[in-house]
């Protein structure tokens, strides 16, 4: 994997990231503000690199995944068995460290998290291995479960095991959920191919929508379902918008 990859992957992370934060940031000074909304130099560079996570809670896994972009040339070195074992091996650690005082939070948390991201990556080979391989066999057994089974499978494993167990299980819920979008016909998987385009802007922005801009609005249909459809809509809306900035932002750097 070379750095031009790395490279490529981190400037556009960066360029998403700062587009959220130079928007809605002054957003929260001007019209929020407060303790969230610091004014403090070095806390704003270091919410800028992503240091830190004080502006929007919800961003804590940012400077995870940058951590994550840095280790895929070590990563993509391993075959799949070595790659799962590190997995593990990681999870594992992440859960003992949490018991030991000095460990520092953000190497609890890159061993922790670093289970689901490699999930993705195991996946995602799944699709150039020989038909034949373990893992595309396992893949097509839980593509032909119901999803229901495996929904409830999920929930089963989180009553029982908590977060941890969700790290674990976080697959099966992902191919229920492509199953169910696959029975429901070509007009959902494009909707869910839509959502996918948008997600990391989606991800960036929805929790100043529904913690702390618009909370009282987000939540006014009082039911689940509704405040659902209604964040994702509105986050929709915002990710068209910056998606838009961002083509410009690109495009003026290029110029």
Known sequence: MSFKYIWGKLKNLYISYWIVLFIFVPI?????PGERYS???SLFLENLMGIKS??????????LYVLYVLSL?????????????LLFLAALCGKGLQYVGWAPEVLIEYCTWLLPFGF????????????NSWLVKLIAILSRT??????????????????????LVTPLFIIALMNTADGLGSRVNRIVGELGKHSMYMWLTHSFYCYYFTQKLIFAPRYTPLILLLLIAVSYLTSLVLSRIELAVKGGVRA
Do not use: C, D
């Not at 929260?28 to 929020?32: A, D, L, R, V, Y």
């Not at 004080?54 to 400077?63: A, Q």
């Not at 993705?120 to 038909?131: D, E, I, Y």
């Not at 999803?147 to 790290?167: D, E, S």
């Open 28 to 32: 929260g000074i001007i019209f929020f």
């Open 146 to 167: 119901h999803p229901l089974i495996l929904l409830m499978v999920t929930v089963a494993v989180f009553i029982v095991a908590h977060n941890p167990g969700l790290l």
């Open 39 to 41: 004014l403090s130099p």
């Open 120 to 131: 993705g990556m195991v996946f995602g080979r799944s699709q150039k291995m020989p038909p």
């Open 73 to 85: 040339p070590l990563l993509s070195r391993l075959n799949i068995g070595p790659l799962l074992g």
């Open 54 to 63: 004080t502006y929007n809670s919800e961003w804590w896994f940012f400077k």
